[in-house]
């Protein structure tokens, strides 16, 4: 659905992106992670048309974006700031909205309102609380009838339970009509319970692209005891972080965890185990691997 190929964007001679490539299947809820400044906003940015790209190509469903109404339209954006026109309410956005997008349902917009009870849809939305200016841009996203759907930071200010209930209608969303999402966040937990897909971008670049599956069985926590302390390891078994407590050793190691585990089960340990790592812990781990500075929250 999306197709992002060796896009380069600078600002001032600063390369906020260099040759980024990659690659959002349809139907996948991708997540896009990185530390700040990374180049999410950018990137998303150039997806979405609003930036043209110095060099590369960012196609929608095989057609160039920029400058092309067709590929926008397929698209609904919830940017990190906000936009609203300065005297409208609700219902005046909904207008505009269904103007511009051809599939908005109306009939969705009004049994969606049970979702949003707090909304007062003839209040100025720039009167209403940061958190319900987002409850706001979530209906009127879901309401466009995308078929790719792009968020930046998108649950910043929303409480928990309205979380849930957005997440909840997006997911059935991508269930029943096939819609794509990608989803720049930081909040690695969150993302772990919805995302398919995952990319890790650092320094202006997508250092790596994997389905989570994938990602969770490329690296593991293994956790090993042996009787006369640990034994000399060859050289390829990639450790990225080892520490102990006691006779208890715990390693994270690059590869297949069971490969792994096998190779340690030869030299004889009394105990060992596979612990399941979080999305939280890869994104550190693989970042240390990048030279993120990131040594005081290693544990
Ligand atoms: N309009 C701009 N003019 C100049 N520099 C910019 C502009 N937009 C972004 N940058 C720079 O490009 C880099 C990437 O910024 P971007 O906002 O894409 O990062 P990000 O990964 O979204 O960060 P965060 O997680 O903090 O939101 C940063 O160094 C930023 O200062």
Redesign the pocket.
Known sequence: MIQVDNVT?E??G?K??NQVSMHVPKGAVYGLV????????????NITGIYQPDSGSVLIDGEPVWDNVNAKKKISYIP?DLFYFLQANTLDMKKFYQGIYPRFDSDLFSRLKDFFPAIDMKRNIRHLSKGMQKQVAFWLAICSKPELMIL??PIDGLDPVMRRQIWGIILSEVAEHDITVLI?S?NLRELEDICDHVGI?HQ?KIMLERTLTELQGSVSKIQVAFQEGMPALPDDFEILHMSNIGRVYTLIVKGNPQEAKARLEAEHPMLIDIIPLSLEEIFIYEMGGANYEIKDILF
């Open positions: 964007k600002f001032h600063f906020a992106l990185g530390p700040n400044g990374a180049g999410k906003s950018t990137i998303i940015r990190d930046d930071e720049s930081h971008m202006g």
